[in-house]
DNA sequence: CTGTTAGCGCTTTCAA
DNA sequence: TTGAAAGCGCTAACAG
C-alpha cells in the first residue's frame, strides 16, 4: 500500500495554504483566483489525489453513507427493495450498508448501534419484532438519529417516519376477491402475528368475512412465519392434522403460498382445479415459471426508492408533510384462482 | 440530535486521563490498574457511550468495511453471493458496502474510487467489463490496494486474487450429457465473449463437440447478454431468422435458459418433448416452480464465503497460499433434458 | 482573494 | 500504573 497522498502535499506543491486546496476541493466561496483554481484542479488530477472522507466526516459529522437493515437479502421483496434504496442513494452521491438479520433482535439492535456510531448519516429499518419494547430500540428511538421504518407499523409508535403499505385493505381486497368467486370455507395462514402488518392482513381476511356474511373458522386460521416452510407446515396441519375442509387458501405472503402450494402437490391436489390459492406480495420470477399465484403487489422498489428519498429528507433536517407514506393495493389475477 | 458524548466525558467523570480510558476501550496493556478499569468500565456502560468510530478509523487507518461491488442485486445469483459475504463480514465484525453497477464500467469506477477512499478496507469485485484495459482499473490495481475478484477471470491478470469457477469444464460436461443422450445438434447462447467465464463456458462447449466427434456449426452460436432477453432473442435468431435445426439448447446461464425457455414456448415447442434445455448457474427458485432447468451448480453462498474469507486474509496481510480458489462444476439433473 | 489557527475524537509514543 | 502531548487529514471561523 503506498504511501496515500494528503491535501498538504497538493498545497506543497502549488504553493499555495491547504485551506486554499480545500476550498476548491468544496468548491467553495469561488473567491479564489481563477488561475489558482486552474492550478490546483491540474495537480489533484495530475496526481490522482483523493480527499480523505474520513478526515472530512471527522469535521463534517457526516459520512455520506446509510443503514440498510433487514431480514435476508435473499429474499427477493428486499434484494428488489435494496435496489431502489440504493439507485436513490447512488444519485446522491451516498453509500449504502447493508445488514442481515435474519429477523434476530440481537443482530438488529448490533446493527443499529454499529451504524449510529457515526459510521451512517441514517438507517432504514425492516424487522418483524417487537422493537416498541425493546429498552435499546428506544433509547435510539428517542436520541433522534433519523432512520425510517419500512413496512413495519408500530401502533405505539405513531410519530415515527415510515413507508407501509395498506394491508388491511390489501387482505380485505383478495379476500373479497376469493368470496365473489364463490369461495366460503377459505384457510388463511397469517405472518407471525407480532408484527403489525401480519396483524392487519389477518383483520383484513376476517373483515371481508364478515362483510359477506361468513363466519370465520379458527380451524381454518394459523400462524405462518412468512418463510417458505411456514405455508408448508400449514397445509400439513389443515389437510393433515385439523382435517378441516376448504376451497382456497391464502397465504399472507406468496412465499408461504409456494410452500403450501407445494405441500398440495404433493399430497395429489391441483392448483386451482382442487384448491384456489392466493398469496401477497407478488415476489417477482421469471414470467416462464409456473404456477403463478394470484396475489396482492406490494412495489418492493418503490419502497426502497420512497423510503430511501423520505431518510434523506429526514437527515437534511426538513420535516416532510408527509412522513408517513402508504402504498395501496393492487390485486394481480395469475391463475391460481377458480370460480366454483 | 443530542450532544455526542466522548472519550473526554468519561475521562473527566473518571477523574483519570483519556489515554487510560482509551486503554480499557481497546484492552491494551491490562497495566491499567484493576479498580481503575472497573470504575470506566461502569461508567462508559452507565452513559451507553460508544467510540467514535470515524476518529478511530482516522489513526488507525481502518475502516472495519469492504465494499462489494457486484451488477445488481436483484440477480439471485447475487444477492446469494452476497447473504455470504455479509455473514463473513458480520462474524468478523466488519460491515459490508453494497454497489450495484449493472455491468456500467463508469460507476464500477465510481464505485472503486469511493471505497478506496479510505471507506473500506478491501473490496470484492464482480465485473464483466474488460477492466484489464481499463486505465482507472489497472491505476487500482497497482495501488496494492486488498482487493478479490469473483468470477471474473482475467488472462491479463494471473496475479490477482479471485475465487473462480472451472466454467470450461461445467460447460464440457453438461454439453457431453446432452450428447451423450443423443443430441447432435445443440444450439448455444454464449454470454458476453468480453468475458473471461463466457469464453470458457463456450471453449468447453466446443470441447465436448471436438471429444466426441461432432462438427461445430456457427450458426448454431450465437452471444448472449446473460440476461432474460438475451435468452429469448437467441431463440429468435434460431428458430426465427436463421431456422436452424436443433434438438437441444444449452444457454450459458439459467436466466438466458428461462428467456429461451419463454420464447420456444411461445412458438409452440414444448421442454424437454420437442428441445431439451440446458443452463448454467442453478439459480435457486422456489423448488415448486415449473419448469425447472437442468444444470451446473455454481454454489453462489459459497462463493461469497470463500471471497470475502480470501480478501480478509489479504487485508490481514497475509500471503495466503491460495490466493485464487477454484470451485469444481457439478451438474444437476432436473429435467429439461430427455434422451432421443 | 488567501492564509493562520484551532480543533473534530481518538490512539500512540514518550515520560513520569 | 498513569498522563501529557503530538498528531491522523481535513474544514471552518477569523483575519488580513
Redesign the pocket.
Known amino acids: 500500500m503506498e504511501k ?1 497522498i ?3 502535499d ?2 506543497r506543491l502549488c ?9 476548491v ?2 468548491n ?2 469561488e ?7 486552474e492550478r490546483i484542479r491540474h495537480v489533484i488530477s495530475d496526481l490522482k ?4 472522507v ?3 466526516s ?4 457526516r459520512s455520506h453513507t446509510i443503514g440498510l437493515i433487514l431480514p435476508d437479502i435473499r429474499n427477493p421483496f428486499f434484494s428488489e427493495l435494496a435496489r431502489g434504496v440504493e439507485d436513490v442513494c447512488n444519485r446522491l452521491g451516498y453509500g449504502c450498508f447493508l445488514c442481515n438479520t435474519d429477523g434476530d433482535i440481537e443482530k438488529e439492535d448490533k446493527y443499529i448501534q454499529l451504524l449510529r456510531g457515526r459510521v451512517a448519516d441514517g438507517i432504514l429499518f425492516t424487522t418483524q419484532n417487537n422493537v416498541e419494547s425493546n429498552e435499546a430500540f428506544l433509547e435510539f428511538q428517542s436520541s433522534g438519529f433519523p432512520f425510517c421504518f419500512i413496512e413495519r407499523y408500530i401502533d405505539e409508535m405513531p410519530d415515527v417516519p415510515g413507508v407501509y403499505f395498506d394491508n388491511f385493505n390489501g387482505a380485505r381486497l383478495i379476500t373479497e376477491y376469493l368470496i365473489d368467486r364463490g369461495h366460503r370455507r377459505i384457510a388463511f395462514v397469517s405472518g407471525p402475528l407480532t408484527t403489525h402488518n401480519a396483524r392487519q392482513r389477518r383483520d383484513g381476511y376476517l373483515e371481508a368475512l364478515k362483510l359477506r356474511g361468513i363466519q370465520a373458522d379458527e380451524q381454518l386460521i394459523v400462524e405462518g412465519n412468512y418463510r417458505y416452510d411456514g405455508g408448508y407446515q400449514a397445509v400439513s396441519l389443515f389437510t393433515g392434522q385439523r382435517k378441516v375442509a376448504y376451497t382456497a387458501l391464502f397465504a399472507s405472503n406468496d412465499l408461504m403460498a409456494l410452500g403450501a402450494l407445494q405441500n398440495l402437490e404433493e399430497r395429489g391436489y391441483r392448483i386451482p382445479d382442487d384448491i384456489s390459492l392466493a398469496g401477497f406480495d407478488h415476489i417477482a420470477f421469471p414470467p416462464v415459471l409456473r404456477p403463478t399465484i394470484t396475489t396482492i403487489e406490494i412495489p418492493a422498489y418503490e419502497f426502497g426508492v420512497s423510503s430511501a428519498t423520505l431518510l434523506f429528507s429526514l437527515m437534511r433536517g426538513e420535516s416532510p408533510e408527509q412522513t408517513k407514506i402508504v402504498f395501496s393495493p393492487k390485486l394481480v389475477e395469475k391463475g391460481s384462482v377458480r370460480s366454483i
Not at 489525489?49 to 480523505?52: D, K, L, S, W
Not at 471527522?58 to 459529522?61: D, E, G, N, Q
Open positions: 496515500k494528503t491535501i498538504k497538493i498545497a504553493g499555495v495554504s491547504i485551506t486554499t486546496v480545500s476550498r476541493l468544496n467553495k466561496r473567491g479564489v483566483g481563477e488561475e489558482t483554481v489525489y483523493q480527499p480523505n474520513v478526515a472530512r471527522m469535521i463534517t459529522k
